[in-house]
């Protein structure tokens, strides 16, 4: 991800989450039709690794890029799993290093550790959602390197960079004025 | 009244003089581990050079919970013949039988005047626990208090080894394979 | 869906007006503010006063009476864990049954979560004996080789409080960043840098949203049952235990629906002067207010279909304990008690039938007022009444009075409580920014035909 | 003894000499021990550190002269035990016995001797002073009126004094607030002797008591109850099991709730009952009478059943009824006492009693002259009110007082005679009314320091050895005496005399030493002979009237009982916590005075409980709290003493009022007694307060907490028979549930869980528990249980582990015929609903069945409370141990008397009964060094071993030979509430009551 304000940071994370410029062209929309009608251009051109900017999220912009589903899932699920594991290890070989007996229930007694076993597939299983969120976003940031942002993103506008060399700039500043962006900007 | 306590049948066997242990000679007893006692007693010279049995003095451990530290009475019944620095290390050093008499003829003093010592105590159970001494010795035998107590008969001063927090306690439990009910300490 | 119909708010309701909108709620705070937020700390101080005598002497300065060995403090802690209950309903539940109009309310709910979360939290604390061995219950590697017993429905209830409150805030915060980055776009000086650390560099591409609306799927469909099970295991700190009263396969459903219920009124008691002070009228409609009201009616009918079936359970079972338990109830000392809260919880709520006073926004600020007096009363006759009617011995029973001590305690509850949420509103958007958008119709070149269940994850 | 050892050093000493982390160990549960270690100088030969000295002497709480066994660890007096060996009262023990150590450690003893100087106020004054003072005041007094007045002290003590009296020329008065002058008077009428005989309860078969409460306050209470419950409680295995117990007063007592049938016969009338059932007896020839018992036809002509049933205030077939079963019961056994012979007819009801006795064949059998009680030698009430005539005339110079307190039970009389007399002396251990009015006070040694002896009864000399070095400067009043009386040696050596003395009246086989002789003695707690019977033959009583008292005069008029408190009693146990904050047996109210009324009566007058009420009596006027209750007429008032102090320490002064202040300044009646019957106003104030009472139903609801048989059924039971088997497991499910509670068990059999445990156990047999609440003080005493005071108790947080309910039973119309008592204590269940609810793991099950409580583990979370149907658990809500706190519980040196064996709870911690754990594991150490298993009956636990009534046993349930275990499966046991599966480990014995059906619900 990159930020607009440049925040100091010690090496590793600096080479992380300020990742090196990219250079191309950024187009300002400010309608979803437009936006999309770009999208539909860009690719028609060949263009895949570009960026789209909305202030919302769109289906139709999902739907448009043709994206693939976020490998977030793959994080609940392995977080779930390790949550419900740690909960049952946890009941279960803290009950059995101590055994202290209760009410005449069994030392190992599964009904009530149930509770715990859910709530630990819960809260491991949120966890690494929100890290699966977090690396995934960070990833892809690292991979599209630091690209021009405009603050009107978050706002009402939407935004379209297009990852392009100089030589190529020209024809992606054509392209996306074309579809409607009533700015374009080159970086 | 200077009957022995029916304890001393537990004392070890005295060995024979060549494998007898020497207490070395302290000058500064300021570097000496351990708080310092208002008489500087020597555990390394009664249960190490002269092998006094450890239940001869804390006679009541091998009967009730407690080991008790022994009455005056108790000491002055040698005392009143051994003036101190008679013993075969110190015999030759001139300063050290001073100092050493003189530690006697404290001991002399408190007797005469009715003042006994108020020693620092050492080691110390919370409230809450109870470690009946008798038990041990019961079953771990006379020389068990080396387990706990560490090597008394080698301290000139002594000081705490152990650290008698119950994770201790249960860590020997555990070897042994005795109990750790709860209620068989904490009542 | 028929709410989309309404949900379409006046054409004047454009992206840049919402955010506009929203952002100037983070703006210079009014003297009204200050007073709110005095009034909030004062209290707080009261509590903490009362904290420490409480720990200096010990918690005797309550009212405690044996055999009523749990009272206030415990009435508090479900009381608020109940409220915590609709942010997490309102944000995943509904999420996850797409419901538009949430949009509008969920935020404030969602905070209020968190901090009566965070307000609950404090009870089991204050109210044990040592309050200084809390941290016994948590099963770290100690020196004694003990560990806590997880039979104990209480370290349920601290895995499922715990659990909940991260969730709870992960989710607030999750939610948080896009709006965070929008307002950031806006700000300036310190509060620029403030959203700028805390908006973790959001810009809102398409992979940012493609993983934040994945994973906000999946967290909304972790905390459903979460929250549902947050409270269940709250009710069963009762259900496990064989108090007649307690003792009740009910229970779950009956403290979720009651939660449920407690947290939909307290919304709307927050919302309304939020709204007033906030002038967000045009974002937080009489439509939300209907929706919630009508939630209300549904959870409080739960409720008081509850009430009938504990009492019906007590007199079918032909258990004597059972039945002196629920006569005493009704009429014993504590009759006031049990009555304000059938009122205020099971015949209240039925003027909510009324399509008038549902769409009266005063009627049901004082219908919620009410409703969260009947609720705290609620867990009040559970605990208390319960325990002080003790039906096994008939020897061992007492009237239980609060103390100054437990007065004390509570009020700083509600500081603790009002404190945070009115740093939070001044500080955060207090009305989710991007997913109001989400609602509206985008902005197209040629109006668009409306479209139904524009909002997709 | 004579080591003048400054008080503060001393106790510091004591608290940390030898073995420091046992005497400390009571300081609370933090985690810091002393940091000082004092040797003694000489090791105590017959003391080893941890480990406890037992010292048997004499309990001087009442002049009963139980024997007790005091528990000495390193120097302290840790608890006070019923001593086995004495015949009085055979190893048991009654609450105010047990609370004995609170007046030895007492925080308000008077610490050294005390001289009024000129400004009013006391000063402390050295020994040598203030007996110099006191000779010189003797030597002036000469002459001129000297008079002691002590206690009932029939004793060497009293020898002495009587010795030094006859030297200077004084007089000896022993007083005792409530009397047994009718007592003696009526013996004096019917037999011609005014002594006191013995009574013999074990071997009635049936009780008639008028007014006498022999199980609380009445002569001699432990031994009586004891012998009682023999004669009373259900066992299957006699025949003539349940002697039946009927009493007969206006009120119902500790005693008479303990009945099987109540008459509330009018005051006074009881004497009218006696006759009219001898008449019945005699004129139906329903018992072999004597033959001189034909003399009585005459005087007895005149009290037909039906010519006195209406004066009496019941029908007349109830006495016939009453004479049959009494005579046929072939062991009738009558007895008069208390209430009935505190009317100014006293004397005649004891006459007629004597006669009902006499014609059924008691006396001489049941009713034993010879062996006459220590009581029948008092100064009569009379000769006390010509001492305050003295006094108030001038006509006594000197006064010295011991061991009574006649200022506060003899109010505005005894202190205005005082004030006439030219010097007082006390020897008062306490600043109490009198001593707070005297002008010397050399406080004399608690009886636990002093040596000294006490003969309750002819034949008995129970002896008395200091069992700790005296707490404060005190002196014996002993040795003061022998001083004054110029002689040499010490009072040890006195009394030490009179005892080798002893032998040859005895046996005559004396092969020992005098000196080995005492000894030996005094290792058996004294020497107990039999004293011979003496025949009495019944004098002429033709000439006897036995009038019935005038029904009371106007309505607004009331007859007001003033009766002894059963643990207070005359007052003197009001400064002892412990007994401060024992509920009263029958209204269960602590901490202060109150007033019984009639639910009829307060209807009247509309007062609720907890209204004041201004007594005003023609002497004097108080306010008490009412409490209502059906177990008094609703003609009378009843007030207890006991309270009321103006001095008398913390714990007693300004509490409430005192009963004594309506009897004020009485004269004797006819025949020397005191009245305590007055007839008085009573108006409402308008106040009130909330009664501090730890009752909660008066009624147990048919909840199944008690149950209760009625004797035929019970006698019907079969071995294998359970009449309460409708709680468990219905039949059909049980294989299951067997089944289930087997795999469980299985899955608990972890760790120390393995293999064969004991599973400890209680049986409580309730039809032979009296109430007496004796096993709650000795569970305060060997547990460190805090007392709260009157103002935590109100809010119902009194600390006491064992709480006795006390359920009404209930005839058809609903009045209340004898009460049901029931223990409630731990019920250590198998399946314990405390255990698995604690996160921490505090309250668990131990492998030998208990219910672990471990005080330094709890968080104080409640829920265990919570969840314990029993409702038996305590929490602590305050520091009670704080130094200097509000709340503080043993403030010095009452913290010398905690149990070092036992941990003293900190603030936040619950607590609770665990079948004195530490008794368990001390016997369990003891086992172990002898290479032996744990026997039967070495665990003794301190409710049971000091239970009167011995209702309580102890044991292995898991042992099939032990007692417990055979009393588990007797076919009246049933645990309390089993139809939770808790599977307790107290197995109760229902109450078996005469009546067929039997109502408590």
């Avoid at chain 1, 925040?7 to 437009?34: C, N, Q, Y």
């Avoid at chain 3, 509850?413 to 991007?434: D, E, H, R, T, Y």
């Avoid at chain 4, 080893?48 to 002269?65: D, F, L, Q, S, V």
């Avoid at chain 4, 509670?741 to 599973?759: D, F, I, V």
């Amino acid at each position: 991800m990159t930020t607009h304000t440049r925040l100091p940071l010690p090496g590793p994370l600096r080479e992380l989450f300020h990742p090196p410029e990219t250079p191309g062209v950024l187009g300002v929309f400010s309608h979803l039709d437009a936006t999309l009608d770009a999208i539909k251009k860009l690719r028609a051109a060949g263009h895949t690794d570009f960026t789209v900017y909305s202030p919302i999220p769109r289906h139709e912009i999902e739907d448009a890029l043709g994206q693939a589903v976020s490998p977030v899932r793959m994080f609940t699920l392995i977080g779930g799993i390790a949550g419900c594991s740690v909960g049952a290890w946890l009941t279960l070989w803290m009950s059995g290093d101590w055994p202290i007996v209760v009410g005449g229930k069994p030392v190992l007694s599964v009904p009530p550790y149930v509770v715990i076993m859910f709530e630990m597939t819960i809260l491991f299983g949120a966890l690494s959602t929100i890290l699966g969120i977090l690396l995934n976003s960070m990833f892809a940031a690292r991979r599209l390197g630091t690209i021009q942002y405009d603050p009107r993103f978050t706002n009402d506008k939407f935004g379209i960079f297009v990852p392009a060399g100089s030589d190529k700039a020209a024809n992606v500043e054509t392209l996306l004025k074309g579809s409607g962006a009533e700015e374009v900007r080159r970086g | 009244m200077l009957a022995l306590p029916p304890a001393v049948v537990y004392g070890q066997q005295a060995p024979t003089a060549s494998q007898r242990y020497q207490a070395p000679i302290v000058k500064d007893s300021g570097n000496l581990k351990g708080p310092r006692q208002p008489i500087f007693f020597r555990h390394d010279i009664h249960a190490g050079e002269f092998q006094i049995p450890c239940m001869y003095c804390h006679y009541s451990a091998a009967v009730s919970s407690e080991p008790g530290i022994p009455s005056l009475q108790t000491c002055m019944g040698c005392h009143l013949y051994v003036a101190g620095g008679t013993r075969g290390g110190v015999k030759a050093d001139t300063a050290a039988v001073r100092a050493e008499k003189a530690q006697v003829q404290q001991l002399r003093n408190g007797s005469r005047d009715r003042k006994p010592p108020e020693w620092t105590r050492i080691h110390a159970l919370p409230g809450f626990v109870r470690f009946p001494h008798m038990r041990h010795i019961k079953a771990l035998g006379p020389g068990a208090c080396i387990n706990c107590h560490g090597d008394v008969q080698g301290m000139a001063q002594v000081y705490q080894v152990s650290t008698l927090r119950m994770g201790w306690c249960v860590r020997c439990h555990v070897e042994r394979k005795v109990t750790r009910d709860c209620t068989v300490c904490h009542y | 869906m028929a709410e989309q119909r309404t949900t379409t708010p006046p054409t004047r309701v454009t992206y840049d007006y919402v955010t506009r909108t929203i952002a100037r709620t983070l703006g210079s705070p009014s003297k009204g503010y200050f007073l709110l937020l005095g009034a909030a700390v004062a209290l707080l101080a009261v509590g903490i006063i009362t904290l420490l005598y409480l720990l200096r002497y010990g918690l005797g300065l309550a009212g405690y009476s044996h055999p009523v060995y749990w009272a206030v403090f415990i009435t508090c802690f479900v009381f608020w864990v109940g409220i915590a209950h609709s942010g997490t309903l309102i944000s995943a539940i509904l999420f996850l049954f797409r419901s538009g109009w949430r949009t509008a309310v969920y935020r404030t709910a969602e905070a209020m979560t968190v901090f009566a979360v965070m307000t609950a939290g404090l009870f089991p604390l204050i109210h044990i004996g040592r309050q200084w061995y809390f941290y016994w219950l948590i099963p770290y590697p100690n020196e004694r080789g003990l560990w806590p017993n997880f039979k104990s429905p209480l370290i349920w209830d601290e895995f499922a409080i715990g659990t909940y409150f991260t969730v709870s805030t992960v989710f607030l915060i999750m939610g948080l960043i896009p709006d965070i980055a929008a307002v950031r776009d806006l700000a300036t000086g310190w509060r620029k840098k403030l959203y700028a650390i805390t908006s973790i560099g959001w810009t809102g591409t398409n992979e940012q949203w493609r993983h934040y609306t994945r994973g906000y799927l999946y967290l909304a469909a972790l905390a459903t049952p979460l929250v549902l099970s947050v409270h269940s295991v709250v009710s069963w700190d009762f259900a496990m235990a064989i108090v007649p009263g307690w003792h009740a396969t009910i229970f779950a459903p009956y403290f979720v629906a009651g939660a449920i219920y407690s947290g939909c009124a307290m919304v709307i008691t927050l919302l309304t002067p939020i709204r007033k002070l906030f002038g967000l009228e045009e974002l937080i409609t009489v439509h939300h207010y209907e929706n919630l009201a009508k939630l209300c009616l549904l959870t409080g009918s739960i409720v008081g279909y509850a009430y009938v079936c504990e009492y019906f359970m007590a007199w079918y079972s032909g258990n004597p304990h059972e039945r002196a338990a629920f006569w005493y109830r009704a009429f014993g000392p504590y009759w006031w008690a049990s009555w304000t809260m059938i009122i205020c919880n099971a015949f209240l709520p039925l003027l909510l039938w009324v399509k008038k006073i549902r769409t009266n926004i005063t009627a049901l600020f004082v219908i919620s007022i009410f409703v969260n007096i009947g609720m705290w009363f609620e867990r009040y006759v559970i605990i208390v009444v319960s325990l002080a009617g003790e039906p096994y011995e008939p020897w061992a029973n007492a009237v239980y009075n609060p103390t100054w001590a437990d007065w004390g305690i509570m009020a700083g509850s509600f500081g603790w409580f009002f404190m945070w949420f009115l740093l939070f509103v001044k500080n955060f958007p207090a009305v989710s920014i991007s997913e109001v958008k989400e609602v509206l119709p985008p902005p197209t070149r040629q109006p668009a035909p409306p479209r139904a269940g524009a909002k997709h994850a | 003894m004579t080591d003048s050892i400054n008080r503060r050093r001393f106790l510091k000493v004591l608290g940390v000499t030898g073995a420091g982390a046992a005497a400390v160990s009571a300081c609370g549960i933090g985690p810091e021990p002393t940091e000082r270690l004092i040797p003694y100088l000489v090791q105590p030969e017959d003391q080893i550190p941890g480990k406890a000295t037992y010292y048997a002497t004499t309990c001087r709480e009442c002049a009963a002269g139980c024997g007790v066994v005091a528990r000495v660890r390193e120097g302290r007096a840790v608890k006070l035990e019923g001593n086995p060996e004495s015949p009085i009262n055979r190893g048991r023990l009654c609450a105010r016995g047990q609370a004995a150590i609170q007046g030895l450690y007492n925080p308000d003893r008077v610490p050294h001797p005390m001289v009024r100087n000129a400004s009013g106020t006391f000063e402390a004054i050295d020994w040598d002073g203030a007996i110099q003072r006191l000779s010189a005041k003797v030597a002036e007094a000469r002459g001129k009126g000297i008079v002691f007045v002590t206690g009932t002290d029939v004793s060497t003590f009293g020898d002495l004094v009587d010795e030094w009296l006859k030297q200077v020329g004084g007089r000896r008065y022993s007083y005792e607030p409530f009397g047994f002058d009718a007592l003696r008077a009526g013996n004096r009428t019917t037999f011609g002797t005014g002594s006191v005989p013995s009574y013999d309860f074990a071997n009635a078969k049936y009780v008639l008591s008028f007014g006498a409460d022999f199980l609380d306050t009445w002569l001699s209470p432990v031994e009586f109850q004891n012998g009682f419950t023999d004669a009373h409680a259900f066992d299957g295995g006699r025949p003539a099991a349940m002697a039946k117990f009927v009493y007969v007063g206006p009120r119902l007592s500790l005693t008479g709730m303990n009945a099987d049938e109540w008459i509330a016969a009018r005051p006074g009338t009881e004497g009218i009952l006696a006759l009219a059932m001898a008449q019945v007896i005699l004129s139906q020839h329903l018992a072999r009478v004597p033959a001189d018992a034909s003399r009585l036809v005459a005087l007895l002509s005149g009290y037909a059943p039906r010519a006195v049933a209406t004066a009496i205030g019941i029908e007349q077939e109830t006495i016939v009824r009453l004479a049959r079963e009494f005579a046929r019961s072939g062991g009738g056994l009558a007895v008069a006492g208390g209430m009935a012979t505190q009317y100014a007819n006293g004397a005649e009801v004891v006459a007629a009693v004597n006669i009902l006795n006499y014609v059924t064949g008691a006396v001489g059998s049941l009713v034993k002259f010879g062996a006459d009680m220590a009581f029948g030698t008092a100064s009569t009430f009379g000769d006390f009110v010509t001492l305050q005539d003295d006094m108030k005339a001038g006509r006594v110079a000197l006064l010295l007082m011991h061991g009574a307190n006649p200022a506060h039970s003899l109010p505005g009389a005894f202190e205005e005679a005082l004030g006439k007399v030219a010097y007082k002396v006390s020897f008062s251990s306490y600043m109490d009314e009198t001593a707070a009015a005297c002008d010397l006070i050399l406080p004399d040694h608690h009886p636990l320091e002093q040596w000294g002896d006490s003969r309750p009864r002819a034949g008995v000399t129970a002896f008395q050895q200091p069992v700790v070095q005296p707490v404060f400067d005190t002196r014996q009043t002993g040795d003061v005496i022998l001083r004054l009386a110029g002689r040499t040696g010490t009072f040890k050596d006195y009394v030490q005399g009179k005892w080798g003395g002893l032998q040859t009246r005895g046996r005559g086989a004396a092969a020992n030493t005098a000196d080995q002789f005492v000894f030996d003695s005094l290792a058996k707690g004294g020497v107990y002979g039999e004293a011979p019977s003496r025949p009495v033959r019944l004098a002429d009583v033709s000439k006897l009237t036995f009038a019935a008292p005038a029904a009371s005069a106007a309505a607004s008029q009331q007859q007001v009982i003033v009766f002894p408190h059963p643990v207070l009693h005359d007052g003197r146990g009001a400064n002892k916590p412990w007994l401060q904050e024992l509920p009263d047996p029958v209204s269960k109210i602590a901490w202060h005075s109150w007033v019984e009324v009639h639910p009829d009566t307060a209807a009247k007058w509309g007062v609720a409980t907890g209204d004041f009420l201004v007594l005003g009596s023609p002497f004097g006027a108080e306010k008490f709290p009412a409490w209502i209750t059906r177990s008094v007429r609703p003609d009378v008032l009843a007030v207890p003493t006991g309270q009321g102090h103006t001095a008398y320490g913390r714990y007693a002064k300004d509490r409430s009022a005192n009963a004594f202040a309506l009897l004020g300044k009485q004269q004797a009646n006819a025949y020397g007694g005191r009245d305590f019957l007055v007839t008085a106003t009573a108006r409402k104030t308008g106040e009130h307060r909330k009664i501090v009472t730890t009752e909660g139903s008066p009624r147990e609801r048919g909840l199944g907490t008690v149950e209760v048989l009625g004797v035929a059924r019970a006698k019907s039971l079969r071995p294998n028979d359970h009449p309460f088997h409708f709680e468990e497991t219905p039949e059909y499910a049980s294989p299951a549930v067997e089944w289930w509670s087997e795999q469980q068990r299985e899955k608990t059999e972890l760790g120390n869980y393995k293999g064969e445990h004991p599973r400890w156990g209680l049986a409580i047999d309730l039809s032979k528990c009296t109430g007496c609440a004796a096993c709650v003080t000795a569970c305060y005493a060997e547990n460190n249980i805090a007392t709260v005071g009157e103002d935590l108790m109100q809010r119902g947080r009194e600390m006491s582990w064992m709480r006795l309910e006390r359920y009404w039973l209930t005839d058809d119309k609903g009045e209340p015929q004898g009460a049901v008592n029931s223990p409630m204590l731990c019920q250590q269940c198998g399946n314990a609903p405390c255990e698995p609810v604690c996160p921490v793991f505090a309250a668990y099950h131990t492998p030998d069945g208990l219910n672990g409580q471990v005080y330094n583990r709890c968080v104080g979370t409640r829920y265990c409370s919570n969840n314990c149907p029993y409702k038996v658990r305590y929490f602590n809500w305050y520091n009670y141990a704080e130094r200097d706190g509000k709340y503080e519980a043993w403030p010095e040196p009452l913290s010398m008397l905690l149990n070092p064996d036992v941990t003293v709870r900190e603030k936040g911690v619950m607590e609770k009964c665990t079948f004195c754990v530490q008794r368990i594991r001390g016997a369990q150490n003891q086992a172990r060094l002898e290479d032996r298993s744990v026997r039967d009956g070495d665990i003794v636990t301190a409710c049971q071993q000091t239970c009167p009534s011995e209702a309580i046993v102890f044991g292995d349930l898991n042992d099939r030979r032990s007692r417990v275990s055979q009393l588990a499966t007797n076919p009246r046991g049933y645990h309390v509430l089993a139809g939770l599966n808790t599977k307790p480990a107290i197995t109760y014995l229902a109450r078996v009551v005469a009546q067929e059906t039997p109502g408590h619900g």
